[in-house]
């Protein structure tokens, strides 16, 4: 499975921005996907996760109420849509597929990222 996020960007906080993850093979969606994020100096940290149907999502306290995981199987993507953005939300936004939903493990196959700024 090969990952190309899009959709990053520079936003204001309080702003939005929708990233998306399309992914290519015809087994996408037989993959549970996730957001990760990793900011300047810091580990990479988990945002997001959702079942191979869509059925099952799991966000970290950071973002939740905030941000929102999607995916549309006939398209083979996966989106983030991100409300409400803090600076702290500032980071290099990865997605990543797994064989079962997972905040850490299993994540085989990774994007190259995208580069989302919270600033005024």
């Known amino acids: 499975v090969q990952l190309v996020e899009s959709g990053g960007g520079l936003v204001q906080p309080g702003g939005s921005l929708r990233l998306s993850c399309a992914g290519s093979g015809r087994t996408f969606n037989t993959y549970a996907m996730g957001w990760f994020r990793q900011a300047p100096g810091k580990e990479r940290e988990f945002v997001a996760t959702i079942s191979w149907n869509g059925g099952t999502t799991y966000y970290a306290d950071s973002v939740k109420g905030r941000f929102t995981i999607s995916r549309d199987n006939t398209k083979n993507t996966v989106s983030l849509q991100m409300n409400r953005l803090k600076p702290e939300d500032t980071a290099i936004y990865y997605c990543?597929?797994?064989?079962?939903?997972?905040?850490?493990?299993?994540?085989?196959?990774w994007g190259q990222g995208t580069q989302v700024t919270v600033s005024s």
């Open positions: 990543a597929a797994a064989l079962i939903p997972s905040t850490s493990e299993g994540y085989d196959y």
